[in-house]
T-cell receptor, first 116, second 114 residues
C-alpha cells in the first residue's frame, strides 16, 4: 500500500519569503510518480508538477522548485518569493502503475497563508 | 482545456435521503474518480472507473455506490445519507492507464447532511 505524509498542516509567511513544503512517501513499487497539486480557495485542485521515480534531478520552473530524494523518500516543494496568490492548500500525491486506472494517494495537505 | 464539472457546488440533505452527485468531463478520458476531502485527511478515494460500466472500490467505499453508463459521466450515490457523510466531494478524470498522467479535478460539491 502507498502512503504520503505531509507533516506541516499550516505555514504562514509574509510576502516575498520562500516557502518549502515537505512530503514523505512510502511505496514498495520501483516505478512511481510524485505530484504536487494546489487547491486555491475556489476549491478546484490544479496540477503543478510531477516527477518520476527514475529521475532525481531537481528542477526549477518559474518560482517553483522541487527536491526529490529517493534515499529519504522525500519530494519537497519550494515557492520562491511568495505572493498572496500563492495562498492555498498544497497536496503531495503518489501514483503507481496498476493494470487499470492511475489512482493517486494524497497526503493530508499543507495550508499556506501568504500575508501582504 | 479539460473541463470537469459537478452538478452542484453546495447541497444540503437530510439523514436517510438518497443523494446523487453528478460529474461530467469533456475530454474523452477513460478514468474517472470520486474523492472525499476532510480536514487533515487530505483526499480519500471512494470509487473509480476505468471504463464505461467498470468500477473499482477505493479506500473508503462503504455507504457509497457509483454508476458510469456513459464515458463522460460518473455518478456518486449515497443510498441513505448519514451525518458522517458531510464532506467535500471531488470528482476527477484522467487519460489512459499510465501512472504518469495527471488527474483533472472538478470544483467540488460541499454536501451537508442534517
Amino acid at each position: 500500500a502507498q502512503k504520503v505524509t505531509q507533516a506541516q498542516t499550516e505555514i504562514s509567511v509574509v510576502e516575498k519569503e520562500d516557502v518549502t513544503l515537505d512530503c514523505v512517501y512510502e511505496t514498495r513499487d520501483t516505478t512511481y510518480y510524485l505530484f504536487w497539486y494546489k487547491q486555491p480557495p475556489s476549491g478546484e485542485l490544479v496540477f503543478l508538477i510531477r516527477r518520476n521515480s527514475f529521475d532525481e534531478q531537481n528542477e526549477i520552473s518559474g518560482r517553483y522548485s522541487w527536491n526529490f530524494q529517493k534515499s529519504t523518500s522525500s519530494f519537497n516543494f519550494t515557492i520562491t518569493a511568495s505572493q498572496v496568490v500563492d495562498s492555498a492548500v498544497y497536496f503531495c500525491a503518489l501514483s503507481v502503475f496498476k493494470a487499470a486506472g492511475n489512482k493517486l494517494t494524497f497526503g493530508g495537505g499543507t495550508r499556506v497563508l501568504v500575508k501582504p | 482545456d479539460v473541463k470537469v464539472t459537478q452538478s452542484s457546488r453546495y447541497l444540503v440533505k437530510r439523514t436517510g435521503e438518497k443523494v446523487f452527485l453528478e460529474c461530467v468531463q469533456d475530454m474523452d478520458h477513460e478514468n474517472m474518480f470520486w474523492y472525499r476531502q476532510d480536514p487533515g485527511l487530505g483526499l480519500r478515494l471512494i470509487y473509480f472507473s476505468y471504463d464505461v460500466k467498470m468500477k473499482e472500490k477505493g479506500d473508503i467505499p462503504e455507504g457509497y455506490s457509483v454508476s458510469r453508463e456513459k464515458k463522460e459521466r460518473f455518478s456518486l450515490i449515497l443510498e441513505s445519507a448519514s451525518t458522517n457523510q458531510t464532506s467535500m466531494y471531488l470528482c476527477a478524470s484522467s487519460a489512459g492507464t499510465s501512472a504518469y498522467n495527471e488527474q483533472f479535478f472538478g470544483p467540488g460539491t460541499r454536501l451537508t447532511v442534517l
